[in-house]
């Protein structure tokens, strides 16, 4: 399809079933110079058309011939149930890889390293990736390293040094990120506690490699009625899908805790030191956190990073790139230093998708690091803040210093400060608001010209 006119040839080819041998020119409509023309081939063949799901829906959406020659549509997925079958289909994927270049076979531990990769690309404990490239790369250096240490048969260590070495030539961004952090050049706190503060991950594609980095997440809150001011978005630097984040906090906050009052306040919400545009809602449930902490003053932990979006009932939501935004937090407090508190909070229905690398895993066991999986904002809160987040009772109220009942209190604050300071011309609008508002008298029903109730 790259090459001009040559998908109207082969649509004209099935069409006619004969092979035409013609100048470019002709086709054009120009003058031919071309004197003698071969008669036409006979042709059966069957063609298969081998392409990525969006040429084949604009294709489909946009040739009308397309459908009529091929029928039949196969689509494949790039990820296949981790079954023990496949992983003996996998195993021998990579006798077959050896024998066909010559390279030295592979220990079951070194097998059992490829599957565990094929697994993380897919990004599922319970899959398998298909894309078969990736993993003869694997199976490649990890010979070469074998050869290198003098190993006639592949072990597990030398597949690790390739995954190793592969992520040492790809991460030079990351290392630098890392260091600015360090340097406190990038502002990101690994501990303490601050108020209207959280740390949220970023991932940053960039070719095979997406880097999972920190980043600050910010919010203010004061007296006014613009509700949740995102930043970003005024300067033009936010996507759509973070313009719904945002959307949807504002939601959930008037859904909570402006059920018996109006939510008479102004929030404004930013990315700390963020110069590119922001996209996605993987932050919004951080963002959340920090607008949570500002209304009601309570700290939030910097020792543990947040990643998981949230709907407008407060419930927390799966997000992609979990394992690289896990594996980018640890990599920033170890440089900055463990003390044995930091984690990441996750999704719940992201534990499915764990599967990180063993310097996090053996951090983990070791107690050194955490992951924390939430269901609800709620769970997130009473961990972040180390205070009960508080269920309403019986007659609506939540109980008295919990995190909803200060965010409550703060908002009724703002409410109340804003009536007060509200001048003539809001006050005659309100008025007026009201007097629509309230129920007008029936008008009573006459009788008609023969007595009958019109």
């Known amino acids: 399809m790259t090459r001009p006119f040559a998908w109207d040839a082969l649509k004209r080819l099935l069409k006619e079933r004969k092979i035409r041998i013609e100048s470019l020119a002709e086709h054009l409509g120009l003058i031919s110079t071309v004197s003698l023309e071969p008669e036409p081939i006979p042709l059966q063949a069957k063609v298969i058309v081998i392409g990525t799901p969006l040429i084949y829906h604009l294709l489909y959406a946009y040739d009308p011939d397309f459908s009529r020659l091929f029928r039949v549509y196969a689509d494949f997925d790039w990820v296949n149930p981790r079954t023990e079958e496949r992983i003996r289909a ?23 390293r490829v599957v565990e990769y094929a697994a993380r690309d897919a990004e599922d404990q319970y899959k398998l990736s298909g894309r078969f490239n990736v993993v003869e790369n694997l199976v490649r250096e990890a010979a070469f390293w074998a050869r290198r240490a003098g190993h006639e048969v592949v072990q597990a260590e030398d597949v690790q040094e390739a995954l190793r070495q592969k992520i ?7 290392e630098r990120l890392i260091e600015y952090i360090r340097r406190g050049i990038i502002l990101v706190k690994t501990s303490g506690q601050a108020v209207g503060q959280v740390n949220g991950i970023s991932l940053i594609p960039i070719g095979d490699y997406p880097i999972g980095i920190p980043s600050r997440i910010t919010a203010r809150s004061y007296a006014g009625q613009a509700g949740v001011i995102n930043i970003e978005r005024e300067v033009k630097l936010s996507g759509p899908i973070h313009d719904k984040g945002c959307l949807i906090i504002e939601g959930f906050l008037g859904q ?25 809602d993987s932050a919004s449930s951080a963002e959340l956190y920090a607008i949570l902490s500002s209304l009601s003053g309570l700290p939030l932990r910097q020792d ?12 927390v939501q799966p997000v992609g790139g979990v394992n690289r935004k896990i594996e980018g937090f640890f990599a920033v407090c170890k440089a900055v230093g463990l003390t044995g508190t930091q984690g990441v909070v996750i999704p719940e ?5 764990l599967m990180l690398s063993d310097e996090v895993t053996e951090a983990v066991r ?33 109980p008295e210093g919990t995190v909803n009942w200060l965010v409550h209190e703060r908002l009724r604050q703002l409410a109340e400060a804003r ?23 029936t008008e009573p029903e006459l009788p008609g010209p023969e007595g009958n109730e019109q």
Request: hydrophobic share 30%; charged share 30%.
């Open 90 to 112: 996998y195993a021998g994927f990579v006798a077959f890889k050896c024998r066909e270049e010559n390279l030295p076979p592979f220990s079951a531990g070194a097998v059992a």
């Open 168 to 174: 040492w030539r790809s991460n030079r961004i990351e």
């Open 256 to 280: 909570r805790y402006a059920q018996d009052q109006p939510l008479s306040c102004s929030v404004t919400l930013t990315f700390e030191q963020t110069y590119d545009e922001v996209e996605g």
């Open 304 to 315: 543990i990073a947040v990643t998981g979006s949230v709907d407008q009932h407060g419930n």
């Open 349 to 353: 229905a992201n534990a499915a998708n």
């Open 366 to 398: 070791a107690g050194q690091f955490h992951i924390h999986a939430v269901s609800n904002i709620d769970e997130a809160l009473e961990l972040l803040t180390g205070v009960p987040a508080g269920e309403k009772d019986q007659d609506g109220r939540y």
């Open 419 to 441: 009536r007060q300071f509200a001048g003539p011309e809001e006050e005659e609008e309100r008025r007026k608001l009201r007097e629509e508002e309230r129920p007008r008298p």
